[in-house]
């Protein structure tokens, strides 16, 4: 399953599934669009990206399998 991006929007912030146009959540602000996709990436397991007001990653976290761990 993909990562979840928590990203500013034109009124607000959304989270999107990585690959998606389509918002799963709209919010006011950060603090709130944050708290439901951190719930939302620890649900399904995956990465959590939190994106800062100009679009640039602020903080990444992993709720389910580290994706920098090397395979081997």
């Given at each position: ?11 607000g912030?959304?989270?999107?599934r990585?690959g ?23 649900r399904?397991?995956v ?6 007001r100009d679009g ?10 580290d994706p ?5």
């Amino acid at each position: 399953m993909a990562a979840i991006h928590t990203l500013p929007a034109e009124s607000g912030w959304v989270n999107r599934r990585e690959g998606s146009t389509r918002a799963l959540s709209r919010h006011e602000t950060k603090a709130e669009a944050v708290r439901a996709g951190r719930e939302r990436a620890r649900r399904d397991k995956v990465e959590h990206i939190i994106h800062m007001r100009d679009g640039t990653i602020g903080e990444r976290n992993s709720y389910g399998s580290d994706p920098r761990r090397s395979k081997g």
